[in-house]
């Protein structure tokens, strides 16, 4: 008969960086040192004729970190298809030391993709690094100048594709009230419907719901 072996689990005990779920850990500044992704405190999202652009949240100074997150590869997708958020080696950003050839598309996290592009007229450099992972970069967002809260950010880039590749994203997807109301209702109805197939009442799916939003 094989042994069995039970696991313990010992709090604050082995590499304490594991214990990620600790509140007093997701709430330190710790934790806000050790994130890949970071932009919330200095950018926001605005519309600007129809199109979303990111904005300075609050006074930037020259030199100073606005973005950083990761940049993930994604095969497959044709070169000659215009697409805004979708960021390619060459054109949008260099790496020197890497065998992917250009063009090679990629999608970052954050909100870089909603930066607007220009080869002169810039008020952010990116910088891209050694690969993370598979298929997978980091990348810095740092102001050239002083940028004041509520200005445009403008990423340098090599090959200026901004006006091609922008979408009016802010008039094709805006949702109104109603609109939210709706879905929201359509939601609600088919989880009811989903719980009912396999078995969970309204009035338990119901407390399920309430419990889960509480947290």
Do not use: W
């Amino acid at each position: 008969m094989p042994c069995v072996t039970p696991l313990v689990h010992i709090p604050n005990a082995g590499d304490v960086q594991k214990h990620t779920f600790s509140t007093d850990y997701i709430d330190s500044d710790a934790r806000k040192e050790d994130a890949k992704v970071k932009y919330e405190d200095t950018v926001t999202i605005a519309a600007d004729n129809g199109h979303h652009v990111a904005v300075a949240k609050r006074d930037i100074k020259k030199g100073e970190l606005i973005e950083q997150g990761i940049m993930r590869l994604c095969e497959g997708l044709d070169a000659s298809v215009s697409n805004p958020f979708v960021l390619r080696l060459g054109s949008d950003f260099q790496l020197t030391g890497t065998k992917r050839p250009c063009g090679c598309p990629f999608l970052a996290s954050g909100v870089l993709m909603f930066y607007r592009m220009s080869t002169d007229a810039y008020n952010v450099q990116l910088s891209v690094r050694a690969p993370v992972g598979k298929g997978s970069y980091e990348f810095s967002a740092v102001a050239t100048q002083d940028i004041a809260a509520g200005t445009q950010l403008v990423r340098e880039v090599i090959q200026d594709l901004d006006e091609e590749r922008r979408v009016r994203c802010a008039d094709a997807y805006n949702m109104s009230d109603t609109t939210v109301d709706k879905f929201l209702a359509f939601r609600k109805e088919l989880d009811e419907s989903l719980a009912a197939g396999v078995g969970i009442s309204r009035m338990n799916c119901t407390r399920t719901l309430s419990a889960s939003t509480r947290g």
